[in-house]
């Protein structure tokens, strides 16, 4: 099975209208750098990892199927973390910034705890593209208001705490060096996801408090 120029590759290609910039401060940053974007055809194990369902949302968004993104609302756990990406920019850009901002950081924080997942770190350098494309506008945009962010952000762990992921974690794997070279996945075991699931969590709490802090004592501009 021949994926998409990798699922994120696609998705940037598709978004492309809007230069990537710098990731404004947000709770707790990768520094991994990110792997080439390059067409790859994964085998053994890459192979078997399904992202069919998010890989259609991405292309009926982008081919302007406003519908979907209702379909993804009554099934969000079904969808990887770059769909939802997606589709906050989506709704940044039509004044639901509140929304927006709810689903860029659980897709942050989901995509955060997939790559904490990988043994491969450079898995890592998919967060980063993803943050640094969907980041540039709606980062900012939520810094802005320290006290609305943190009720926002609240809501995201209240509710990915409640919520069954029903998407296979393991595409974050097709981003990562090894998809191009290696048939095994390094990941860890399935029994381990809800465990790390829990501890990124609270890493990326900790880092929204960090940086709320700061934020409340910088001097005024």
Aim: charged share 20%.
């Amino acid at each position: 099975m021949k994926l998409y120029p990798l699922l994120l590759c696609g998705l940037l290609a598709a978004c492309s209208s809007q230069p990537p910039a710098e990731q404004a401060e947000a709770p707790a940053s990768d520094t991994t750098p990110s792997q080439t974007a390059q067409e790859v055809t994964p085998k053994g194990e890459f192979a078997q990892i399904d992202v069919s369902r998010s890989q259609q949302a991405m292309d009926a968004i982008t081919s302007g199927k406003g519908d979907t993104i209702n379909e993804i609302l009554k099934s969000p756990n079904d969808y990887a973390p770059p769909v939802l990406y997606l589709m906050s920019a989506i709704m940044f850009d039509n004044d639901y910034q509140d929304q927006a901002t709810f689903w860029y950081y659980a897709a942050q924080l989901r995509a955060r705890s997939d790559a904490n997942k990988s043994g491969d770190k450079t898995a890592h350098g998919a967060v980063n593209q993803l943050n640094q494309r969907f980041g540039a506008r709606i980062a900012p945009a939520s810094l802005s208001n320290p006290d609305r962010l943190q009720s926002i952000v609240s809501q995201v762990l209240e509710w990915d705490s409640e919520q069954t992921r029903n998407y296979d974690a393991r595409w974050i794997a097709l981003q990562s060096k090894d998809v191009v070279t290696e048939t095994k996945v390094n990941f860890m075991p399935r029994e381990k996801w809800q465990e790390i699931d829990a501890m990124t969590r609270n890493q990326f709490r900790q880092g929204l408090d960090k940086a709320l802090t700061r934020l409340r004592q910088a001097p005024a501009q």
